[in-house]
């Protein structure tokens, strides 16, 4: 997490900006270029959505030349939501940092870690999925088990044993639409940094999400957004906007 904790603290940001492309070919490929021009001042960390470039022919040529686009001080943090067993992870690693040049990834831990540990390389971040900010009909994360808690729970507490044992560099995916549950992994998680999705277009609170959710030093959380600042008429103005409000509920400047 050294080269997140280095940024965060250079921009005074907790802003991580999600590049999740809509639109032509062409398009889109001007618009990545203007968001990340627009917003690298702000930012704590860029989150490219990996399905909304593979969904397009080359979309894999398209990602590497987005990532070779932000500055390489800004950490990278792959949103492929990765989740085999071990050798297959393994390989999807290797794709993650050595072909896209990440820094990071989110990682779908149900497999176990088995999942997580590939990613967890010297250097590199893993956000474990734990309580996400998506609200289905039938919820796994909420299942309750018979030990006290829920899914979402054991998934938080293997991740931090895991962040423990393996010296750093594992974290949460908390969605911002209930500030309870982030409340929750929270106290479950007092030291590992969350990427936080969910503020914004899917309605999430967020002065009650870091609130909830912060550090007492006014970090460990990455505030997510994505199409607040694709749609916006002027990306970079909106970002700084969003630092903003942010940096309003901080206890402690970094």
């Known amino acids: 997490m050294e080269k997140l904790i280095q940024r965060v603290q250079y921009a005074n940001s907790l802003l991580c900006v999600g590049l999740d492309p809509v639109g032509d070919d062409a398009q889109v490929a001007r618009r990545l270029a203007e968001v990340i021009d627009q917003t690298h001042d702000y930012a704590a960390a860029f989150k490219p959505n990996l399905a909304f470039f593979l969904s397009r022919e080359d979309g894999v040529k398209l990602l590497r030349e987005t990532v070779q686009r932000i500055p390489e001080s800004i950490p990278v943090i792959l949103d492929g939501k990765f989740g085999d067993i071990a050798n297959t992870a393994d390989h999807y690693a290797r ?82 639409t209930n500030a309870e549950a982030v409340g929750r992994m929270r106290a479950l998680s007092p030291e590992q940094w969350f990427l936080v999705p969910g503020v914004g277009a899917q309605g999430g609170d967020l002065q009650a999400t870091l609130r909830a959710g912060l550090r007492p030093d006014g970090s460990g959380l990455l505030i997510n957004t994505s199409r607040v600042l694709w749609q916006a008429a002027d990306a970079g103005a909106a970002a700084r906007e969003l630092v903003e409000q942010i940096n309003q509920f901080r206890p402690v400047a970094v």
Not at 104 to 130: E, S
């Open 95 to 176: 794709f993650a940092y050595d072909i896209i040049g990440a820094d990071g990834v989110t990682v779908n831990p149900y497999m176990g870690d088995d999942a997580i540990l590939p990613f967890a390389l010297p250097g590199k971040m893993v956000f474990v999925l734990a309580k996400t900010s998506n609200k289905p009909a039938h919820s796994l994360q909420d299942v309750a088990l018979t030990r006290g808690g829920s899914l979402s729970d054991c998934a938080a507490r293997v991740a931090r044993k895991l962040d423990e044992e393996h010296g750093g560099g594992i974290g949460l995916v908390v969605g911002a």
